[in-house]
């Protein structure tokens, strides 16, 4: 099978897992921002890096970047990508702090005070994400401590995935959507991005059920 040219059958597979772990880390994140909130995944599909980054907004745009190494039985990285105001917002809302701008932040006490609040929600979507992974496999799968970053994507995803791109040339793209209660900011839109090693992409497919 050619793992980089996903069929409509396996797309709607990977959609399935998506919205099982999407479906977990919304009732999570509504306990977490005290409102209402809908996730979805509206597309999945396998990139390699360079599309990845384009898929992101290109080499230059900012953005929030929480890595994951994947440890168990198969091996690999996980990332959540957020623009830069998406991720104020949601600082904004775990905070209480309307006025909380990343790109002008200079106390470094509330800084650490953004920093634990974004890993706390990949903490959440990654858990949610491997959780609906590990009941479709069967397999054991547990995400490491977060690394987050706040640059231009391209220093992002050079820098943070450098090891694996050692290995590997493509990433699973999951497509992912946070839809809220209030009508006075739009839905948030992110992506999730998981990298096994070549070994890994074999054993996952093949827990799968696709030769």
């Known amino acids: 099978?050619?793992?980089?040219?996903?069929t409509t059958f396996q797309k709607d597979i990977l959609k399935e897992i998506g919205n099982i772990g999407a479906?977990?880390?919304?009732?999570?994140?509504?306990?977490?921002?005290?409102?209402?909130?809908?996730?979805?995944?509206?597309?999945?599909?396998?990139a390699d890096f360079n599309e990845v980054?384009?898929?992101?907004?290109?080499?230059?745009?900012?953005?929030v970047g929480l890595m994951f190494q994947i440890e168990g039985e198969i091996t690999g990285v996980m990332a959540i990508v957020v623009e830069i105001e998406e991720a104020e917002y949601l600082v904004q809302k775990l905070t209480h702090n309307d006025q909380f701008l990343l790109s002008e932040q200079t106390d470094g006490?509330?800084?650490?005070?953004?920093?634990?609040?974004?890993?706390?929600?990949?903490?959440?979507?990654?858990?949610?994400?491997l959780t609906?992974?590990?009941?479709?496999?069967?397999?054991?799968?547990q995400p490491s401590v977060p690394h987050l970053g706040i640059d231009m994507a391209g220093a992002i995803?050079?820098?943070?995935?450098?090891?694996?791109?050692?290995?590997?040339?493509?990433?699973?793209?999951?497509?992912?959507?946070?839809?809220?209660?209030?009508?006075?900011?739009?839905?948030?839109?992110g992506n999730f991005l998981f990298i096994p090693d070549p070994e890994s992409f074999q054993k996952l497919f093949a827990k799968l059920g696709w030769n």
């Open 1 to 6: 099978m050619n793992v980089f040219q996903l």
């Open 23 to 46: 479906g977990n880390a919304a009732t999570s994140l509504s306990m977490l921002l005290g409102q209402k909130i809908d996730m979805l995944v509206p597309n999945v599909e396998i």
């Open 53 to 63: 980054i384009e898929l992101v907004g290109g080499p230059e745009q900012p953005i």
């Open 109 to 129: 006490t509330e800084l650490e005070i953004a920093m634990s609040a974004l890993s706390e929600i990949g903490n959440i979507l990654t858990g949610s994400y």
């Open 132 to 141: 609906a992974l590990s009941d479709f496999t069967g397999m054991n799968l």
């Open 157 to 189: 995803m050079t820098i943070g995935l450098l090891e694996i791109s050692q290995v590997t040339d493509y990433a699973i793209i999951i497509d992912t959507e946070i839809r809220q209660e209030e009508e006075n900011h739009e839905n948030i839109k």
